[in-house]
């Protein structure tokens, strides 16, 4: 034990929340239905007691712990995206509570996959080996697989966990060739080991080129960059509104830092080569989500082609990092992502958290009809949706114009003014079906006909998600200062 | 604001714009028009990295603009007092925020701040047009919003792209000193244009101004007309000309082609209108055209007629749509053939829009005859062609205005409203008289108004002349000044410290 000590030590939040899922899976089928909300009480708790953890874990900014033999790391980038998990994790049960009962599936066990994958999650941002970061990726993909088909009831929630599943599997498969084929190459899964051995073969060895386009590949599927997001707009509608959320919010985030942790110090010899194709797929990213959303008619596939094009914004700031030059090498590029993401969270949990809770006759109302007139019927939840929608769409004084601020300066200063203007014209389009939810809400009269008008199920739960998700949408779009600070405090233990 | 009851709110935002007006109008007092730089400065760090500031500054010629925007606003208040019936408190708050943001442009002396308030009041104009316009108002709201936002992103990309070559800062002042590479201008003057050529409108990019103009509320087309279209040519008097001038320089006979064309195509766009808001749209496409007109011909004379224009144009079109809102509000159509023969029924308002009508079309004596004069005076001093096609738009002008006054005021009028036509209420007079005084002060006595933009106007001029770039092309504008003071035309507009 004492052997260990240290390590365990290092991961003690990741086992808290490993053991506190283990519990409530454990506790679940002893809990009668009335008191499940405990359970869902005890995994915010062990959400609080691991944020005090990580938060402590971190005394000063360039400590970076190493465990179990170098394959985890606790630094200050992995600090950042562990808060900001447990954030989305914290709003991710409470948006479920409310949403799980109505559609009858409340069950235990929903909050001990939520916990699983966070810790999944948690350990793809700490893994400082191709395998952990594997391994974390793989706990990830599996409890969401479960989460997608969580409402047994409907059939789409179900064909939706099989497609996710079929091409989960497919790119962890591709994933995992990558990281085979740089076994190969370097004797060792390391980032380190393998920083080494790439800059000693040179960008120009083929296998070296064949791996990293693999590795790209398994991470495209996750962050649902195109031509890798096929799966995207069926699982996000088919999935239970809370789970799209989670999904859309949580698993985007870590994959990028993986993403990010895995091509800066493992693969930053081949920067002029990853950022080039990264330059590409962003482009077809950004270009593809935002034109195909206009056509959705149902929100939660628009949201969904939306989400694939906001991994387009964040590639932009990844491409800036592998072109920039100089003193700052990347640092401003790496910081707009984690800005960009942690903003990105705040409004898609917001919108996400009216969606699920507006009803039309008991039933989901995710259709943009459904949401016609309810400006008259509900005017806080229409502004709510209204700032969500506008901050989506980038307009100033909301995050998510700050968030698209710091991308497209660091697009700038890598001197891809181009992109960014590209990028930008896109935000237009992406304005023009963000607005149609504005305009229906509030410039069109419900149909007198239908009988019963969509209207939303408030809930204590429910109202604390939005407070939190409008206030930081609001005061990160007014005052971003303490999240731009700590992002780029935290960026520079990445190297 | 939805705390309160629907009549509150009105009072509320009545109050709220009036203690603007009243915080505001001091400025016009304590402003020292001999001061070269910014004042009533205020400057507070905002966001650290990028070195971001919220800081404010008035110089002669936001001073006029933020003022008239305090002014117009309580009178978009009361135009709403009875129009508006559906959602008044939703109304009533969007009418505040547009006006924070509005007054926010033109003291923002940061390039982020700017457009952090540039962009602001896209939401609330869309939901001021889409909420509350006309019969096609989705149409007109999304193809307003599509194309603000359009033209204005690519404002961003240029406020970046400068961050980085102006030595890392976002300070105007401090951005309009430094030195580009002419390449570099060419771009930024593009993009700079696209975002404030389709705010003022001007010509290829104006279509959406009737849209947005004619399905909005009263209020909406006033904040419009008045307002909104000055922060285009606002943004090229503050942002491009200091900031590019080999650009504008380069650029000067497209923009005034471009003006031209806007000021003649608007005016026989105006001709053809049966639609009252449309016509007065169409002919604020023409006015604009001369303060574009008066801006890129890049002297002392056609600047401060430029300026002294927006304030003009605000004033007087501003009128002009409250009194199609007035007669709006009573036959409930725009049509000038259902509100003709008004001089019988409504003398008080055939008078107002008398005056209104002789102020648009720049009799002199009235407030558009001083700001035209001298934006031809300037033009001239560039050229003469120019000037002739300019006047043009003057007597068309005096075309459409007069027949139009000549078919609401004396025509004959249309049976089945005439009966139950009240003239102006107390609140409705209340409105309009503001205006009507400001056209005859501006108009016989502009001094106050141009001696305090001179100076500012001779430091945006001087900023341009030090020769940047291209020392060979010293403008003619320093020599400028004198010209003027020999003409004897405009004896007023010299500053005494000239």
């Known amino acids: 034990m004492s052997l260990y000590g240290p390590d365990l030590l290092a991961l003690l939040p990741e086992l808290i929340i490993v053991a506190t899922a283990c519990l409530v899976i454990v506790l679940d089928p002893v809990t009668s239905a009335s008191r499940r909300d405990l359970l869902a009480w005890l995994s915010v708790g062990a959400l609080a007691v691991c944020l005090g953890l990580t938060g402590g874990q971190i005394t000063t900014l360039n400590v970076r712990v190493l465990a179990f033999s170098d394959l985890v790391v606790i630094d200050a980038y992995a600090r950042f995206w562990k808060i900001l998990l447990y954030g989305v994790a914290s709003l991710t049960i409470f948006m479920s509570l409310p949403y799980l009962k109505i559609e009858r599936v409340h069950l235990g066990e929903y909050y001990g996959f939520i916990l699983l994958a966070l810790s999944g999650m948690m350990v793809m941002v700490s893994g400082a080996d191709l395998l952990t970061i594997y391994l974390g990726t793989e706990l990830m993909s599996l409890s969401l697989y479960v989460m997608t088909g969580f409402n047994r009831s409907k059939p789409r929630s179900l064909e939706a966990a099989a497609k996710y599943f079929v091409l989960g599997a497919f790119s962890s498969g591709i994933l995992l060739y990558g990281i085979s084929l740089l076994y190969g190459l370097a004797g060792s899964t390391k980032l380190v080991s393998i920083a080494n051995a790439v800059g000693a073969r040179g960008a120009d060895d083929p296998l070296v080129l064949i791996s990293t386009i693999l590795i790209a590949v398994g991470f495209g599927f996750k962050l649902a960059a195109v031509p890798f997001h096929m799966w995207t707009p069926d699982v996000y509608q088919g999935a239970p509104t809370s789970v799209t959320a989670f999904m859309a919010v949580g698993a985007k985030a870590a994959s990028f830092a993986a993403f990010m942790r895995v091509f800066v110090e493992g693969l930053g010899g081949l920067k002029a080569d990853w950022s080039f194709l990264f330059l590409l797929i962003s482009v077809a990213t950004l270009v593809l989500g935002n034109v195909v959303a206009i056509v959705q008619t149902n929100i939660k596939r628009m949201l969904a082609y939306s989400s694939i094009a906001h991994a387009g914004y964040a590639l932009i700031g990844f491409v800036a990092a592998g072109r920039s030059v100089g003193a700052s090498g990347g640092t401003p590029g790496l910081a707009s992502i984690m800005i960009y993401l942690a903003l990105y969270s705040f409004m898609t949990l917001g919108a996400f958290a009216v969606i699920g809770m507006l009803r039309k006759g008991g039933i989901e109302g995710e259709e943009i009809e459904d949401f016609t007139g309810l400006a008259k019927r509900q005017p806080v939840a229409a502004f709510l949706m209204l700032i969500f929608m506008a901050s989506l769409a980038g307009i100033p004084p909301t995050a998510g114009f700050i968030g698209k601020f710091y991308v497209f300066m660091a697009a700038v200063e890598a001197g891809l003014a181009w992109l960014a203007a590209i990028a930008l014209i896109f935000a237009v389009v992406s304005a023009y079906y963000y607005m149609r939810v504005v305009m229906v809400m509030y410039m069109r009269d419900p149909n007198p006909s239908s009988a019963a008008p969509s209207c939303l199920v408030n809930s204590p739960a429910l109202s604390f998600v939005l407070a939190c998700a409008v206030a930081g949408v609001i005061l990160f779009g007014v005052f971003p200062n303490p999240l731009v600070g700590f992002a780029l405090q935290s960026v520079l233990t990445l190297k | ?498």
């Open chain 2, 1 to 498: 604001m939805y705390l309160a009851t629907e009549s509150a709110a009105k009072w509320i935002a009545l109050a709220a714009t009036l203690a603007d007006l009243f915080v505001a109008l001091p400025l016009w007092w304590l402003f020292d028009p001999q001061a070269s730089q910014m004042q009533f400065t205020e400057h507070v760090a905002w966001i650290t990295s990028p070195p971001i500031y919220y800081s404010l500054g008035l110089d002669g010629i936001s001073l006029p603009l933020v003022l008239m925007t305090a002014g117009i606003m309580p009178l978009c208040v009361l135009a709403s007092w009875n129009s508006i019936t559906t959602k008044v408190r939703g109304f009533m708050a969007s009418l505040l925020v547009m006006e924070t943001a509005m007054v926010g442009v033109f003291v923002a002396m940061d390039f982020v701040l700017f457009y952090v308030f540039w962009e602001a009041m896209l939401i609330p104009m869309y939901l001021l047009i889409g909420v509350w316009g006309g019969a096609n108002r989705l149409y007109a709201a999304i193809k307003f919003f599509l194309y603000t936002l359009a033209g204005s992103v690519l404002l961003l990309v240029a406020i970046l792209v400068l961050y980085f070559y102006g030595g890392h800062t976002f300070d105007i002042l401090a951005l309009s000193q430094g030195t580009y590479p002419a390449s570099l201008q060419t771009w930024l003057f593009l993009a700079f244009f696209a975002a404030f050529a389709v705010k003022v409108p001007m010509f290829p990019l104006h279509t959406w101004l009737p849209d947005a103009h004619v399905e909005a509320p009263t209020a909406g087309s006033v904040i419009l007309a008045s307002i909104l279209l000055k922060m285009g040519t606002y943004g090229f008097l503050r942002f491009s000309l200091p900031m590019l001038p080999d650009a504008s320089r380069y650029f000067t006979p497209m923009m005034v082609v471009l003006s031209i064309i806007a000021i003649i195509y608007g005016a026989y766009m105006a001709l053809a209108q049966i639609d009252l808001k449309k016509l007065i749209a169409y002919s604020s496409v023409s006015h604009m055209g001369f303060v574009t007109l008066g801006l890129f011909v890049l002297n002392q004379q056609g600047i401060e007629g430029a300026v002294l224009q927006m304030v003009n144009h605000g004033i007087t079109t501003g009128g002009l749509f409250l009194c199609v809102g007035v007669i709006y509000e009573r036959t409930h159509s725009r049509l000038i053939a259902d509100n003709a023969g008004l001089a019988a029924p409504m003398p008080l308002y055939a008078a107002l829009l008398v005056i209104f009508a002789l102020s648009s079309l720049g009799l002199p004596g009235t407030n558009s005859f001083v700001g035209e004069f001298l934006v031809l005076v300037g033009t001239f001093l560039w050229s003469k062609v120019a000037t002739a096609l300019a006047s043009l738009g003057i007597i068309l002008a005096a075309v459409y205005l007069l027949w139009m006054t000549q078919r609401v005021v004396f025509g004959v009028p249309s049976p089945h409203h005439f009966p139950k036509l009240k003239d102006l209420t107390q609140r409705e007079f209340a409105m309009l008289a503001p205006l009507v005084i400001l056209i005859f002060w501006i108009g016989l006595y502009p001094n106050p108004f141009v001696s305090r933009m001179h100076q500012s106007v001779a430091n945006t001029i001087d900023s341009m002349s030090r020769a940047k770039v291209a020392p060979t092309a010293h403008p003619s504008a320093r020599r400028a000044v004198p010209l003027l003071a020999d003409s004897g035309e405009q004896p007023k507009t010299q500053d005494p410290s000239q």
